[in-house]
Nanobody
């Protein structure tokens, strides 16, 4: 059974930084072989995609970003650990949400993407931006 697990959430002051990490498990499953996305959800709102990164194996490894996070957030692969990190800088109160990593089990990402095409989800990690 393939599972994703997020870590790294917490409380941070406005303007601060935080790095989230997504790890996977399951027989034969590797994050490096898959497009991995980060979504976030605020209670009462839809879960929205914020960034995705294509596989770097037999794919282009390209990253895509939601406009509101461009220049502040960076998605990257840590191949030694087979994780996908989300570096978040210049955090704002409106970035407060539960952050999820997800995959639709394909190599190339399609952007924009949507919640409905993701096959596997993590359980989420909360990020609170407040002073």
């Amino acid at each position: 059974q393939v599972q994703l697990v997020e870590s790294g959430g917490g409380l941070v002051q406005p303007g601060g930084s935080l790095t989230l990490s997504c790890a996977g498990s399951g027989t034969g499953f590797r994050l490096i072989d898959n497009c991995i996305c980060w979504f976030r959800e605020v209670p009462g709102n839809q879960r929205e995609p914020i960034t995705c990164i294509s596989s770097s194996i037999r794919a282009d490894g390209l990253a895509y970003y939601r406009e509101s996070v461009k220049g502040r957030f960076t998605i990257s692969r840590v191949n030694s650990n087979d994780t996908v990190d989300l570096q978040m800088n210049g955090l704002k109160s409106e970035d407060t949400a539960v952050y999820y990593c997800a995959t639709e089990r394909v190599r190339f990402c399609s952007w924009p993407t949507e919640r409905s095409v993701m096959h596997i989800w993590g359980t989420g990690t909360p990020v609170t931006v407040a002073s």
